[in-house]
Structures are given as structure tokens and as C-alpha cells.
């Protein structure tokens, strides 16, 4: 019994209940950073002065705040602000605040109330001042919010009757800043005071923020007065309508003591004159009137006599921009003396009819009954006042550079504008080319050139012009060659004078040679009958005698033939002035500079044909062989086609040709022959027999496939970086060659080697550059069908899951069965190039320098459709003995004289051993890239500034070669003992 009831004991109490397991929940960690706001609340605790606070704040201000604990932040600061007594501590806690609500990420409208509440019992003028500008923070950051802006003008429009002109100032550039639009009333706040209120009620209802900031123009404090005007002007900007009853009030400011009032008065003035031009306005102690445009032309021209400056710039800059103003008024600003023309004079009929309805009539007996009832006083009378007459004048000869300048560019803007004012002004703008700083020269000459198209020179002016020809500033001869280029004479002793003068230049500057042969070809061009008569004098050609014939090589006789030629091809009658040896320099030249001899008619001998083939062909027909081309292309199937090779080469050789004679399509002919390389590399690394045969078998004969891969690898960054006009849609293309390239590369490395962890290491780099380029070129992927990628995505499972060699399978299949992408072309591509002008590299005469010195070789470039020339264009020194040196132009060495083109003039320094001949190094351009930047990115591809920083990963950068290299002898000597 005992033991069944044991037995029974042990089934009641043994018996074992499973609970299932209830899922705990995991916790969670969640990294937190340390509170600003508490970190600044014990800081702030800890101060026992104003000056421990202050250095808190100071040193809080340092650090960068989170979006998320600004507003707490901000709480602690009004905390600590309520609670201050010091009024610095204060301001730098006023300061913050304005500083907080920039944070990016932080909407600063939940502190509007709390800094409103501050400024409403601050008063410390001061302090106020600094929350106001705050407030004026707050606002441009909430530039949606119509019931803020609202709320901040109530508060500047409260405070614009404090003593402190900082106070007034600050609301006033809260008005001109958050003003209602549409000249909407602003509603009364029930806080504003009462007397502040009258002050701004009209007639019953509050006036608007254009009229309430005028109030301010009369101001007993100048910084006030010019806040005033800027706050006007920012409400013009926003689109705000002015009215024109504040003219008057503009125009006496224009007459005050503080140098800031009068230049927001000159700009206040003009701004009006473009908004009504042709309103009338009266002229003062006279009942005559006149439109407001020309009103305004002669009050800022009076300011072009101002002591200050910067008022003078100010005015002659504005002045250039005046454009509607009546013509005899701006001629008037050539004229020191005041003009009769500019006072209104009554005609003898209305004299007459005025004298009759009077009914009285002098009769001789009483001295001077006859005179005029009024006393008239010119300084009022005149339509325009004395002072603005020779306003320009007083410009072109004021004392500071700054002034002349903006006169000059005033004067240029307004003669393009008329073509009678740039012939009255072309004497001042002749005789600033003997000024004495260079920069005002070469404004000068700049402005002259873009008036060229009005203007007709006479000798006595075309003498003080070529005058500039012996300046020692390169850029201003060249800027007054291409002057000469595009100026008229008026005579062929002008042709004459300017053609001595040139010779002159390029004897004493040898270095002009190409500017001053372009700059014969333009004169010879715009003048071919002032050219015919002087044709005998200047070949040296008599109608008896044989006369000797002159050296080719000598630069000056080429520069009469340059322009005799140009002359000529608008001149049938000329060429039969030519002699026997002329007709074969002129042969010569067509071959060698024929970018500077056009092609000529003449009689009785065969014409010369250089590539002028393509003269005949249209640029359509040319666009059009290019389409067939490409379209023609398009048919190989894959890349091992039978026939594909042939093709390949026949159309790149064509497309190189059509380069060669059509200038216009040159850079998409080459591209397209750049990229159809590319191909054919590819087909010739991808051959048949080469992949049948055994690994150690084909280990010599990859050589030249692995030679043929790393080629279009280099021919990838050359379309990339060298063409600008590219779309995205090429560069995808681009970088599908480069991935072709890349898969070529891994698949030749993986048949040499047998070690398994850097194929790994290879397959997984390749992966993540396949990923890089799906990413990118997501939206061009659909045009990319039956291509090297669309193959890969093609595979399952992805290539990421196969193991190493089962990828390499994949990616040999997927290149040999890959159609060749068919290349579209944008409207424009240009291929960037470099042609080196100094040094010629025909010199025979060796630079010699002492060894361990340096010797100065000047480099003159130009340079065609770079992109970022400053910081990606280099100059390559190599020396014989295979030393290269690469050399980083100065930001300043670069000039452009046009749209894409640039100029480089620099000097690079040599210096090398002792030789013991004269050797030749080379001397070329090279073009930087970095594949970090994409191209037509303006970011520098690599910089001077940026060679302490690595680089990113898997970037590669490299240059390119752009210009034919330059040989120069050098001799370094050795040293004497």
C-alpha cells in the first residue's frame, strides 16, 4: 500500500508540463549623443559672472548643433537670457539665437513667439537691435510664411519710433525684407502703443510698408536714412510696386552730406527712371517740364562730380544703363559747355503774340521798358543742370582709375546703343589709350572693339591708336591687334600707316608674329579698295623692270603678302598686278598658312586646290555621309560577325578623312573614330583561334590581347575627358567600352594565373564596378539591348552569386556574343586641342645655361573647347635622358580671348646637368582627368590644392597628351671653377 501510494505520489508531483517558450522581446540599443542643451544648461550654471558666461557662450558657439536639440538649445538660451542682467551676455545669447535658426534642417517658427516676447520687454537699445536682426533671420528662413512675416513687420513697425538709430535701422530692414506684397494694409496689432499708431494712421486706415518707409527718408540719422533707401530698393526687387511721389525725395537726397545716403539716392533715382520713364515731370522755378528718364540722366550725371569716390563709380556705372534717354541730353555729357539747345526758347511768332495780348508797346520814351519782367536764373531755367555738362568728361579724366574705368564702360554701353553718340565719343575713348595704368588702356581698347561696327577711323586718330603698338604689355598689343581687326579706316594712307606700324611691331616683338598676320588678314579684308593702290609699293613691282625677289622666310613680307591676298579675294582687278614669283609665294602660303590665305581666282593659272575638295560639300552633306557611316556600322551583329573587322577599318579610315576636310564635323568624325577603334581592338583581342587554343599554349599570344584591352582602357578616358558636348547617352557608352575593356582584362589575368584569392579579389572589384555603372545609367539602360551588359543581367542566377570561375565563363560568353552599341550623336561635339605657338621648335641655336641653374622658355598656347583650363591643363618637359618634369600654369597665365578658347602664356623653367652637346628636350601640353569627376564637371580634376588629400577610392587619374610636342635645344654648361 505504502509503496503504491509512493508510486501514485511521484506520478502526481513528477509529472513534467512543457510551456512554450514565450519570445522574448531583444532589446534594443540606441545610441545617443550628449545633450547640447544640457551640456550648455551646467555650463551656464557654472558661470559666476557675466565674463564666465560670456566665455561659455563664446566657446558654445564654436561647435555645430543637430537639427534635433536647436529648439532646446534655444529654450536653455531664453532660459538663461530672462534671467541675465549684463547686457553683452545678452546680446551674445541674441546673437545665437539668430545664429540657431540657420541650422539646416531646423524650422525656426517655433521660436518666433519666444524672441517677439524678448524684444517686447528688452530695453537695452542694444540688445534690441541684435534680436531685431535675429527676428530678420528668422524671417528669410521662413520665406512661405505669410502669418510670420506678418507678425515680425507689426513688431519692426512698433519699434520704428525708438531713439536708437541701430533700433530704426533693423525695422527698417525688416520692412524692406518681410513687407506684405501687393500694397496690402497691414492690420493694427493690440499691442502696438497708441502714439505709434497715430503716427502712421492717414486718413483713417494704416498706410502701406512702401509709404511708412519713406516716412524715413528725412531722418535725423544718415545710416538711417540709407537703410531707408536699401529697404526701398528691396521691396523693388521683390517685386513690389513703387511709387513714383518719392522722386522728389530721392532727388534732395541726392545732395547729402554722408557719402552712403547719396550713393542708395543715385541708385533710388535710377531705379524710378526705369520705372516711369516717360512721366513728366516739372523743372523747378520754371513752368517748363521734361520726361522724368532725362530728369534722372542729369541729376546722376551731376554725381559723377561728387567728392567721394565710390559715389563717382557708382554714378558712371548707372549712367551706362540709362538707355532711354533723349539723344541730345546724353550728347551734352561730352560738352563741358552748357548748350543753348538745352533751354527752351520761344519762337519770334509766340514773342510777338505774347507782346500783342499784353496791348502794350515800347515807346522809346522810358529807359528800359522793354525788359524782361523776370529775373532768370540759368542755374534753374536750364533743362539740365550746369554741373552735369561733361559729366563723361569729368569721369575720363578724374584722378582715381576706378572713376575712368566705369566711364569707360558707361560710355561703351551707351554708343552701342547709337551710333551718332559712339562718333562723338569716339575722340575721349582714343585719348584714354595714352592713360597711365594698363588696365585702364586695355578697357579702352576692349570698348572700342565693341563698338567697331559705328565707327570709322581717321588718321590723326588711327595714329594715336597704333601708338599703343610700343607698349611693353603683351596684352595690350594683342588686344589693339584684334582692334585692327574688325575697326574701318577712312584711307589708304591709313592702310598704310597701320601696315607700317604692324612691320614695326614685329620687329621689335618677334613674338606677335601670329597675332600680327591675323590682324593683316582682317584689314586686307574689310579694305580691298584702299589695298589696290598700294599694291605696286608694297610687292616692289615695276612695269619695266624685273624686280628682286624677296626671302619667304623673311615675317615681314609675309605679312604684306597676308595682306595683299585677303585684299584680293574681293578685288578681281588685283592679281594682275602680281609678278611671276608672287603667283609662287602665293602657292607656298596656301600650303603652309592656310588658315591666313583664302583661297583666289586666278587668271590664267590652275587653281590651287589644298582641302578645299570640301568646300564644294555642304556641312549637310557631310552630317549626312557621318549618319550613313555610323548607320552602316550598326549592322554587325556581335563583335566575331565575319566581315566586322574589315568594316570597322574601312569606316574609321573614311571618318578620318571627312575629319580632315570638314572643319565643323571634325570633333564628332573623330569621336566616332575613336570609339569604332575601341571596337576593333576589342574584335581583334576577342579572336577565334586564341581562345580555342590550350591555356600554356595561348600564354605568349594574350599578350597582345592584354596590350590591346589596356589600349581601350586608354582610348575610354580620351572620349570621356578630351570631348565636350558629350550627353549622358554617350557617356554610357563610354563607360560600356571601359567595362568591356575591364572584363577583357580579368578573363586574360584569370587564363595566366592559378592562384584563387586575387582572382576573388578581382571578380569582387569588377562586381562592384558593374553595380557603380547599372546605378549611374539606370535611366539609359533601355537603349543599351543585346550589349555586353544587358548579357551579364541577362545571367541566373546574378553573377555575384557564381563562384570565380564560373563568372569568367559567363563574362568571355557574354563578350564574344555582344552586338556592337549603335553611337548617337548630340547636335555639338568638340574635341578639345592645344596648339603651342612659342616656342616653334626651328630655332638651331641652343639655350645655354649654367648646370644646377635654371633657364626661363617662354610658352605661348592656345588652347580650343577645354573644359577648366586652370586646373587641368599642364605643360611636360622631357628631357633626353627620359627625366620628365610636368609643370602647373599659374590661374593667371591664362587669358580668353573668345568663347571656348583660351590663351596660355607662361614661362616654364629648364634646368638639368652638364652635357657635353646640345640635346633636344620636348616640350608638350598634357590634359588632366581623374574618373572621381565625371566629365563636364566643373569641379578641377586634380589641383594643386587637393595633393595633400588621397584620392577616392578607385579613382584613377592620369593625363592625356593634347598638343604635338616641341623640340628646343638646350647646352647646360658646366660651372667654372
Not at 527752351?344 to 515807346?363: D, N, V
Not at 622666310?553 to 602680281?578: E, G, H, Q, R
Not at 552602316?632 to 569606316?651: K, M, Y
Request: proline residues 6%; hydrophobic residues 40%; charged residues 25%.
Amino acid at each position: 500500500m505504502a509503496a503504491h501510494l509512493k508510486k501514485r505520489v511521484y506520478e502526481e508531483f513528477s509529472r513534467v508540463v512543457q510551456v512554450p517558450a514565450e519570445e522574448v522581446a531583444s532589446k534594443k540599443l540606441r545610441l545617443c549623443k550628449p545633450s547640447k542643451s544640457a551640456a550648455l544648461h551646467v555650463d551656464l550654471c557654472k558661470a559666476v559672472n557675466a565674463t564666465d558666461a560670456l566665455h561659455f557662450l563664446l566657446r558654445f558657439a564654436r561647435k555645430p548643433v543637430e537639427a534635433e536639440s536647436v529648439e532646446g538649445v534655444v529654450r536653455i538660451l531664453l532660459e538663461h537670457y530672462y534671467k541675465e542682467t549684463d547686457n553683452s551676455v545678452r546680446l551674445k545669447i541674441a546673437s545665437l539665437l539668430g545664429v540657431l535658426a540657420t541650422t539646416p534642417g531646423f524650422s525656426p517658427d517655433c521660436i518666433v513667439e519666444d524672441v517677439v516676447t524678448a524684444v517686447a520687454n528688452e530695453k537695452s537699445h542694444q540688445v534690441l537691435a541684435q534680436l531685431l536682426d535675429s527676428l530678420l533671420t528668422v524671417g528669410a528662413q521662413l520665406p512661405h510664411s505669410p502669418s510670420v512675416a506678418r507678425r515680425l513687420v507689426d513688431v519692426a513697425r512698433k519699434h520704428l519710433s525708438d531713439a536708437s538709430f541701430g533700433v530704426r535701422t533693423k525695422c527698417l530692414q525688416l520692412l524692406g525684407r518681410l513687407g506684405v506684397m501687393d500694397g496690402e494694409p497691414l492690420a493694427t496689432s493690440a499691442d502696438v502703443q497708441p502714439s505709434v499708431v497715430a503716427h502712421f494712421v492717414c486718413s483713417g486706415v494704416v498706410r502701406d510698408v512702401p509709404t511708412i518707409i519713406s516716412d524715413f527718408f528725412g531722418d535725423q540719422d544718415p545710416r538711417v536714412r540709407t537703410a531707408a533707401l536699401k529697404a526701398m530698393l528691396q521691396l523693388h526687387e521683390r517685386g513690389m510696386k513703387i511709387q513714383q511721389m518719392i522722386y522728389e525725395q530721392a532727388c534732395r537726397l541726392l545732395a547729402d552730406d554722408y557719402e552712403q545716403v547719396r550713393s542708395a539716392a543715385v541708385q533710388m533715382v535710377w531705379v524710378l527712371s526705369i520705372l516711369y520713364p516717360e512721366s513728366i515731370v516739372p523743372i523747378p522755378s520754371s513752368n517748363e517740364e521734361i520726361r522724368l528718364v532725362d530728369d534722372a540722366f542729369g541729376k546722376i550725371s551731376h554725381m559723377v562730380s561728387d567728392g567721394s569716390w565710390m559715389v563717382r563709380v557708382q554714378a558712371a556705372k548707372t549712367l551706362g544703363s540709362m538707355l532711354q534717354v533723349s539723344p541730345h541730353f546724353l550728347e551734352q555729357t561730352l560738352d563741358k559747355k552748357l548748350m543753348s539747345d538745352l533751354r527752351r526758347k520761344r519762337t519770334a511768332h509766340e514773342r510777338a503774340k505774347e507782346l500783342f495780348a499784353s496791348g502794350e508797346f515800347s515807346s522809346g520814351r522810358k529807359w528800359a521798358d522793354d525788359a524782361p519782367k523776370e529775373k532768370v536764373d540759368t542755374n534753374t531755367v536750364n533743362l539740365i543742370a550746369s554741373g552735369a555738362c561733361g559729366a563723361f568728361v569729368h569721369g575720363l579724366e578724374d584722378e582715381m582709375f576706378e572713376v575712368r574705368i566705369a566711364a569707360v564702360e558707361a560710355l561703351c554701353r551707351l554708343a552701342r546703343s547709337s551710333a551718332s553718340f559712339a562718333e562723338k565719343c569716339l575722340d575721349f575713348l582714343v585719348d584714354m589709350f595714352n592713360d597711365e595704368i594698363e588696365e585702364v588702356r586695355l578697357q579702352s581698347i576692349h570698348v572700342l572693339r565693341e563698338i567697331s561696327t559705328h565707327i570709322t577711323l581717321r588718321e590723326d586718330q588711327l595714329d594715336t591708336v597704333l601708338a599703343v603698338l610700343e607698349d611693353s604689355s603683351r596684352d595690350i598689343r594683342e588686344a589693339l591687334h584684334e582692334l585692327l581687326c574688325y575697326t574701318n579706316v577712312s584711307t589708304k594712307e591709313c592702310i598704310q600707316l597701320a601696315l607700317l606700324e604692324l612691320l614695326k611691331n614685329l620687329n621689335k616683338y618677334p613674338a606677335d608674329r601670329n597675332s600680327v598676320w591675323k590682324c593683316l588678314k582682317f584689314l586686307g579684308s574689310r579694305h580691298p579698295m584702299l589695298v589696290l593702290p598700294l599694291v605696286p609699293e608694297l610687292l616692289s613691282t615695276h612695269p619695266y623692270f624685273d624686280t628682286p625677289e624677296p626671302d619667304m622666310d623673311d615675317p615681314a613680307y609675309i605679312a604684306v603678302l597676308v595682306l595683299v591676298f585677303n585684299a584680293a579675294k574681293s578685288c578681281p582687278t588685283m592679281p594682275a598686278l602680281f609678278s611671276d614669283h608672287t603667283f609662287r609665294h602665293y602657292a607656298y602660303l596656301r600650303d603652309s598658312l592656310s588658315h591666313l590665305v583664302p583661297p583666289l581666282r586666278l587668271p590664267g593659272r590652275k587653281q590651287v586646290h589644298g582641302l578645299d575638295s570640301a568646300d564644294c560639300q555642304g556641312v549637310e552633306s557631310a552630317q549626312l555621309f557621318l549618319r550613313q557611316s555610323l548607320d552602316r556600322v550598326s549592322t554587325i551583329q556581335n563583335l566575331e560577325a565575319p566581315g566586322a573587322q574589315d568594316l570597322l577599318i574601312f569606316t574609321i579610315r573614311d571618318l578620318q578623312r571627312l575629319g580632315q576636310l570638314q572643319t565643323e564635323l571634325a570633333g564628332a568624325a573623330d569621336f566616332c573614330a575613336t570609339y569604332l577603334r575601341c571596337q576593333l581592338l576589342l574584335i581583334k583581342a576577342l579572336h577565334e583561334k586564341l581562345w580555342k587554343m590550350p591555356v600554356p599554349l595561348c600564354l605568349k599570344q594574350s599578350g597582345t590581347a592584354v596590350a590591346a584591352a589596356q589600349q581601350v582602357l586608354e582610348e575610354s578616358y580620351k572620349l570621356e575627358f578630351m570631348y565636350s558636348g558629350l550627353e549622358s547617352r554617350q557617356i554610357a557608352v563610354i563607360h560600356h567600352v571601359r567595362l568591356q575593356a575591364k572584363a577583357l582584362l580579368l578573363v586574360l589575368s584569370a587564363r595566366a594565373t592559378n592562384g584563387q584569392e586575387p582572382l576573388v579579389g578581382a571578380c569582387e572589384k569588377f562586381l562592384t564596378e558593374l553595380d557603380s555603372f547599372h546605378r549611374l545609367f539606370a535611366a539609359e539602360l533601355p537603349h543599351l539591348q543585346d550589349s555586353f551588359a544587358d548579357k551579364l543581367a541577362e545571367a541566373t542566377p546574378r553573377p555575384a552569386s557564381r563562384k570565380p570561375s564560373e563568372l569568367l565563363k559567363i563574362l568571355e560568353t557574354s563578350l564574344r556574343q555582344s552586338a556592337l552599341l549603335q553611337l548617337s550623336l548630340p547636335p555639338q561635339i568638340h574635341r578639345a586641342t592645344a596648339n603651342i605657338i612659342e616656342p616653334t621648335g626651328e630655332s638651331d641655336n641652343p639655350l645655354k645655361f649654367t648646370s644646377g641653374l635654371v633657364v626661363a622658355l617662354d610658352v605661348d598656347a592656345t588652347l580650343e573647347h577645354v573644359r577648366d583650363p586652370h586646373n587641368s591643363v599642364k605643360v611636360e618637359v622631357l628631357y633626353p635622358d627620359g627625366q620628365s618634369h610636368v609643370i602647373h600654369p599659374k590661374p593667371g597665365d591664362f587669358r580668353k580671348p573668345g568663347p571656348r578658347r583660351h590663351r596660355l602664356i607662361t614661362q616654364v623653367y629648364l634646368s638639368h646637368g652638364a652635357w657635353t652637346e646640345p640635346c633636344q628636350v620636348e616640350v608638350r601640353l598634357l590634359l588632366a582627368y581623374s574618373s572621381s569627376s565625371p566629365a563636364g564637371d566643373s569641379k578641377p580634376a586634380w589641383s594643386d590644392s587637393l595633393d595633400g588629400l588621397p584620392p577616392a577610392e578607385g579613382a584613377v587619374e592620369g593625363t592625356i597628351a593634347f598638343s604635338e610636342p616641341v623640340k628646343v635645344f638646350i647646352m647646360p654648361k658646366p660651372a667654372r671653377r
